[in-house]
């Protein structure tokens, strides 16, 4: 897997999407599909951004008992996405059933990544909440350890915990991270945020950009600033 600028197309319909889209001629960027855009248009808005020559991270963030997240992920494999997801939560068992489930015929799989803690969760929360004693990083890097021994590719996590997830889990196991804002935009409803270059610098292998690409009038301007301040130490791309 590279190392690439991620837009997330949070959009409600097929038409909003394809027409965001259409204004990328030059180059087909990675975009990511969330839940309310697959549950809006089904799998077909998959194949037909697919079609078009994108990459696709399909963030459905799978939790349930082991053989369902392997049947449903045997069900996304044959829709040839790049990059998909589960909730570390659902243990180890269940993230090598995801990768099971994912692994077509010929041996190769998409990148499956593990959500380690939402970023909305705080840890007053998650301590009284959810039952789980302890500071939220301290969590994140124990589930990060447990989708490195089920065999996943990575997390997802904040920029601002990409270093300490490659110290955990080692330079290879992919931090991919939402959460960034231009030096000059606004944060919106995110807390733990980052410019493309910060994330660059601590670590993030893919970074998730939304509304700072989404919500301007040159939306292709903004994600090619995006790249270039991403990607400005690096020569992948
Ligand atoms: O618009 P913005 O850049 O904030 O979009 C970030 C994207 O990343 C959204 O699709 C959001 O749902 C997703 N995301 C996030 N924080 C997480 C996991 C996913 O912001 N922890």
Same mark, same amino acid.
């Not at 030059?26 to 990511?32: E, N, S």
């Not at 705080?122 to 789980?132: A, D, Q, T, V």
């Given at each position: 897997?590279?190392?690439?600028?991620?837009?997330?197309?949070?959009?409600?319909?097929?038409?909003?999407?394809?027409?965001?889209?259409?204004?990328?001629?030059?180059?087909?960027?990675?975009?990511?599909?969330?839940?309310?855009?697959?549950?809006?248009?089904?799998?077909?808005?998959?194949?037909e951004i697919k079609k078009r020559g994108h990459r696709i991270f399909l963030d459905l963030k799978l939790h349930d008992i082991p053989n369902t997240v392997e049947k449903a992920m045997r069900t996304l494999a044959r829709l040839?996405? %790049?990059?998909?997801?589960?909730?570390?939560?659902?243990?180890?068992?269940?993230?090598?059933?995801?990768?099971?489930?994912?692994?077509?015929?010929?041996?190769?799989?998409?990148?499956?990544?593990?959500?380690?803690?939402?970023?909305?969760?705080?840890?007053?929360?998650?301590?009284?909440?959810?039952?789980?004693?302890?500071?939220?990083?301290?969590?994140?890097?124990?589930?990060?350890?447990?989708?490195?021994?089920?065999?996943?590719?990575?997390?997802? *996590?904040?920029?601002?915990?990409?270093?300490?997830?490659?110290?955990? *889990?080692?330079?290879?196991?992919?931090?991919?991270?939402?959460?960034?804002?231009?030096?000059?935009?606004?944060?919106? %409803?995110?807390?733990?945020?980052?410019?493309?270059? %910060?994330?660059?610098?601590?670590?993030?292998?893919?970074?998730?950009?939304?509304?700072?690409?989404?919500?301007?009038?040159?939306?292709?301007?903004?994600?090619?600033?995006?790249?270039?301040?991403? *990607?400005?130490?690096?020569?992948?791309?």
């Amino acid at each position: 897997m590279g190392y690439d600028v991620i837009i997330a197309c949070d959009f409600s319909s097929k038409s909003d999407t394809l027409q965001f889209l259409d204004r990328f001629t030059d180059r087909k960027p990675f975009v990511k599909i969330g839940m309310e855009l697959f549950y809006a248009e089904g799998p077909d808005i998959v194949r037909e951004i697919k079609k078009r020559g994108h990459r696709i991270f399909l963030d459905l963030k799978l939790h349930d008992i082991p053989n369902t997240v392997e049947k449903a992920m045997r069900t996304l494999a044959r829709l040839d996405v %790049d990059m998909a997801n589960v909730h570390a939560a659902g243990g180890i068992r269940m993230m090598e059933a995801a990768k099971r489930g994912l692994t077509k015929e010929d041996g190769t799989c998409a990148a499956l990544i593990a959500v380690t803690q939402l970023t909305s969760t705080s840890r007053w929360m998650m301590n009284n909440e959810l039952g789980i004693p302890g500071e939220v990083t301290d969590i994140v890097t124990a589930y990060a350890k447990n989708a490195s021994a089920a065999g996943l590719s990575g997390v997802v *996590c904040s920029p601002l915990e990409a270093g300490m997830i490659h110290d955990a *889990c080692g330079n290879q196991f992919l931090a991919v991270t939402p959460g960034i804002r231009f030096a000059d935009s606004p944060a919106d %409803d995110q807390k733990r945020i980052t410019t493309p270059a %910060d994330a660059d610098r601590i670590g993030s292998d893919y970074i998730v950009v939304g509304r700072p690409i989404t919500q301007t009038e040159d939306p292709v301007s903004a994600y090619e600033r995006c790249v270039t301040e991403f *990607c400005k130490q690096r020569s992948r791309l």
